[in-house]
């Protein structure tokens, strides 16, 4: 980390320490919103899907499904195994997406230079959350969160695409390394422990951050920024609150903007994932980078899609 970067991350976190210690009613009672956010949204289906996801990479099933997705995953340099941890995004989220590339760099299964496009591949928002609390709760219309659930996605796997366009040699093919052998009466417990650890790590981000957006907020409002512009800056820290804010009176710019938010994930969720990618050895600007350009090709997609339904 450079010295400007390192500057610039002592004054937030000097900022934030500052106006905790100056307005501690406010801000603790953020930190209690967030955590009941994350209790009430994100409690509710992450702790299953990492679960359930975690032992299903403990079985055969899970191999086989590797070589069957092989040739599927191949155009963006990803092998059968990574393939299978983005399907597990797709359905569950991030965390999951997460946590199943840094369990198969532990495993041997996915090499160095994978995990990167692998952990960008295998980093999206589940349905859940895009239909059911973007769509039908914050615009009270599970088609357009079906359309922001699509930009989402291309965004994604677009941008997966132009990364692998540059490789030169195959992605070598790695057998998946045989089950944990350890009877489900040793391995579910230890499974369970790891998933509960991982949603607390999940849970204290969501709280802090949702605290950090406060702050932002506040900061801002001095400078009478346009609402949406304040939205958006917020989403940067923490996505959901962003999105929650933007998407009430849902316009192609609004859907553009949140669809941005969602695949970049901001630094909220960015941390989430970090708590597992960081054991993986993956570059974190290159990893951002790319983050980067999937949102920029998911606001596309969305703005182009909001102009023509949106009328």
């Known amino acids: 980390m450079n010295t400007p970067v390192k500057s610039a991350l002592t004054l937030c976190v000097l900022a934030a320490l500052c106006a905790l210690l100056a307005f501690p009613a406010r801000y603790l009672a953020c930190v209690t919103e967030g955590a009941a956010l994350w209790a009430a949204c994100v409690l509710p289906a992450a702790l299953p899907f990492l679960f359930l996801t ?52 532990a495993q041997g ?36 969160g079906w359309l922001l659930l699509f930009a989402h996605v291309t965004g994604v796997l677009g941008g997966s695409l132009l990364f692998a366009l540059p490789r030169k040699k195959r992605v070598p093919r790695r057998d998946m390394p045989p089950p944990n052998a350890l009877p489900a009466a040793q391995s579910v417990p230890e499974t369970l422990a790891e998933s509960v650890l991982a949603v607390l790590t999940v849970g204290g981000a969501v709280a802090l951050f949702y605290a950090f957006g406060c702050m932002l907020t506040d900061a801002l409002a001095p400078l009478g920024l346009p609402p949406a512009w304040s939205a958006f800056l ?24 949140a669809a941005f938010l969602v695949t970049f994930g901001g630094a909220c969720i ?35 899609l909001g102009t023509v339904f949106l009328q």
């Open 270 to 304: 960015l941390m989430q994932q970090w708590c597992f990618l960081s054991k993986t050895g993956i570059p974190p600007a290159k990893f951002l980078g790319m983050k980067a350009v999937q949102a920029c090709l998911a606001a596309l997609t969305a703005f182009a």
């Open 54 to 105: 975690a032992l299903l990479a403990g079985t055969p099933l899970f191999a086989r499904l590797s070589r069957l997705t092989a040739p599927l995953f191949a155009p963006f340099g990803v092998s059968g195994a990574g393939g299978c941890a983005a399907l597990l995004s797709l359905l569950s989220g991030y965390p999951a997406g997460a946590k199943t590339v840094q369990r198969l760099c």
């Open 234 to 257: 917020a989403g940067l820290l923490e996505m959901t609150a962003g999105c929650s804010r933007l998407l009430p009176s849902p316009t192609p710019a609004a859907l553009a903007a």
């Open 109 to 144: 299964a996915i090499g160095r230079e994978e995990a990167l496009r692998c952990a960008c591949l295998a980093s999206t928002s589940g349905p859940a959350f895009l239909v059911g609390t973007a769509g039908a709760a914050m615009m009270g219309n599970a088609a357009l």
